[in-house]
């Protein structure tokens, strides 16, 4: 038996065996062929081609970027150059080299050409010329990156993922656990994990290359602990903690009707964060009280991207009716970019984080922006839908949504569509210019919700999913906690309801401090309600309060995470 220790991602015990998933360098096959095999290797090579043209072509048709119109153009214009295949194949007939290699050797008295001459447009096309290479290369090899499809129940062992490969998943009920090389605990896989009541164990390092296939595995996501070929001890103590869990997660669910209050009777409204319909009957049966995320981005990471996003409205209808009677539905608009993309949507960046994402996008690409917010004006009939923006950072841009909304509550009229005239509005609060103007951004909108994941790695600039600086990542660091303090008080001076929908939301030891805040809500994936409203129960607004004065007084996480822990031990600070 081995054992790891790493980040504890989501909640949950489970056992099963290792399918391994890596991303890993191709290396290129160097071998001579027989002269009788020369027109084997060159018909292998002439249908790699025009299976990579048909996907470049593919791809151009769906681009709705000049750049990306250029870049399949480009790629199309390589993959049709008869000197280029002319000389791959001079490599097959002439040096009996395999497909691969000529396909190799052909490429780089390109690139050593183009490097040579002064033209820097000319130069730049030789990462279109590798990129090309690969994808024959990849072809010719069958070594294309593959869909993870599952046929039985395993631990996915990885040495990272993407949110898409995670969401285009086949067999997700077979899915166990997630053990993940890479990763933070705020990661976008690990917020879908952590919904779906998936354990998932990350930043675990070389772990994908020290496990075999097949291999049984005990995932501990609770404690962020894995072991490698359990013993009979170890096997049997996950069956105990297995059974404990299901008793605790039962008793929970049994609890769903109480309504969320503090020990001296202080309401606070718990909602749910949701990515797709499936979260729907879970956050009811959890008891929350509304939808307080739906991460819209993820239907389209999952069912597809369209530029129309009228298909969309069956969905949203279907999920706003569904909330009818339960608390009703927050819709968040399209916060794609970052670590989230959506082909023929976004594309890679070199410093996404910081890059086209989210509202950027959306108001860059006003006819995709306009379509989704008449789609979410058209749910709104049901009397029980909100909306609101992402990534705002100044006051110009959500001047620029809301009117937006505005033009698009117009059109409907015209047409005389029903929306709920009164939908309430909001923005997230996510980066630090926003919490700095929260007084003035919080009197333009009916809600404000404060995004802590975000929050906390533009505070500290710290990328949340690199696990070598997770360390850094605290969201109890003095200048995070003074910040969403005065983001809450400065929303309540303007009479604005406040809520935070970060991971923050669902972590049980730091609910004095948002109790103390003043929230008047928190959003959490529902399988975290129960212990977080039971916890709730045991506190005092005067106490937690009291508690957070002194933290906001301490200059260290350390010094603030030991008050805490004191306090939760009982011992009041």
């Not at 890993?24 to 290797?41: I, L, R, S, T």
């Not at 996008?361 to 004006?377: E, G, P, T, V, Y």
């Amino acid at each position: 038996m081995t054992e790891f220790e790493a980040v504890a991602a989501a909640d949950g015990h489970a056992m099963g065996e290792a399918f391994i998933f890596r991303h890993d360098e191709m290396v290129v096959p160097h071998f001579h062929v027989k002269k009788d095999g020369v027109e084997d290797e060159i018909s292998a090579l002439r249908a790699s081609f025009a299976s990579v043209r048909g996907y470049c072509s593919d791809q151009l048709g769906k681009a709705v970027s000049d750049s990306e119109r250029a870049l399949y153009s480009v790629q199309i214009l390589m993959i049709d150059d008869p000197e280029w295949l002319q000389a791959i194949e001079g490599y097959i007939k002439k040096d009996l080299y395999n497909a691969a290699w000529a396909v190799e050797c052909a490429t780089s008295d390109i690139v050593a050409a183009l490097s040579s001459v002064e033209d820097e447009y000319m130069k730049e096309r030789i990462i279109d010329i590798v990129d090309i290479q690969k994808a024959v290369t990849e072809e010719l090899t069958g070594k294309a990156r593959r869909h993870i499809r599952l046929v039985r129940d395993v631990v996915l062992v990885a040495d990272n993922l993407l949110t898409s490969e995670l969401l285009a998943l086949e067999g997700i009920q077979h899915l166990k656990a997630i053990c993940l090389d890479a990763g933070g605990k705020t990661s976008h896989v690990s917020i879908l994990a952590k919904s779906w009541g998936i354990p998932a164990v990350v930043g675990l390092k070389d772990f994908s290359l020290q496990v075999k296939e097949g291999e049984c595995i005990i995932v501990d996501g609770y404690e962020g602990r894995v072991m490698a070929s359990p013993g009979k001890k170890q096997i049997a103590g996950y069956g105990k903690r297995k059974q404990e869990q299901e008793a605790e997660e039962a008793r929970l669910i049994r609890n769903a009707e109480l309504l969320a209050r503090t020990a001296d009777g202080v309401r606070i409204v718990l909602e749910a964060n949701v990515e797709d319909r499936l979260g729907i009957g879970d956050a009811i049966k959890a008891g929350c009280e509304g939808i307080g995320l739906f991460r819209t981005e993820f239907l389209e990471m999952k069912y597809g991207a369209t530029e129309d996003f009228s298909v969309r409205e069956g969905l949203y209808d279907e999920i706003a009716s569904s909330m009818l009677g339960h608390g009703g539905v927050t819709f968040r608009t399209l916060d794609i970019g970052g670590d989230k993309f959506i082909n023929g949507l976004s594309g890679q960046e070199d410093n996404p984080l910081l890059g086209w994402r989210a509202v950027r996008f959306c108001l860059d690409r006003k006819d995709i922006f306009k379509s989704q917010i008449i789609s979410i004006l058209k749910a709104s009939r049901h009397g029980n839908v909100r909306m609101m923006f992402p990534m705002i950072s100044t006051v110009e841009e959500l001047e620029s949504c809301l009117l937006l909304l505005d033009e698009a509550k117009k059109e409907l009229g015209k047409k005389r569509i029903p929306f709920d005239p009164k939908m309430k509005v909001g923005t997230m609060i996510e980066v630090p210019s926003a919490a700095l103007i929260s007084d003035t951004l919080a009197s333009m909108v009916d809600f404000v919700s404060i995004g802590t994941n975000d929050l906390v790695q533009y505070v500290l600039a710290v990328d949340r999913g690199n696990e070598k600086i997770s360390h850094l990542y605290r969201a109890d660091n003095p200048a995070v906690l003074r910040l969403v303090k005065m983001v809450v008080d400065n929303c309540h001076d303007k009479k604005i309801p406040v809520g935070i929908c970060g991971q923050i939301a669902s972590e049980v030891d730091m609910l004095p401090l948002l109790v103390g805040f003043g929230c008047d809500s928190l959003s959490m994936p529902p399988l975290s309600v129960g212990r977080i409203k039971e916890r709730l129960g045991t506190l005092s607004k005067p106490d937690c309060e009291n508690l957070l004065n002194n933290v906001l007084s301490m200059n260290s996480h350390e010094r603030v995470a030991e008050m805490l822990k004191e306090f939760n031990n009982g011992r009041k600070t």
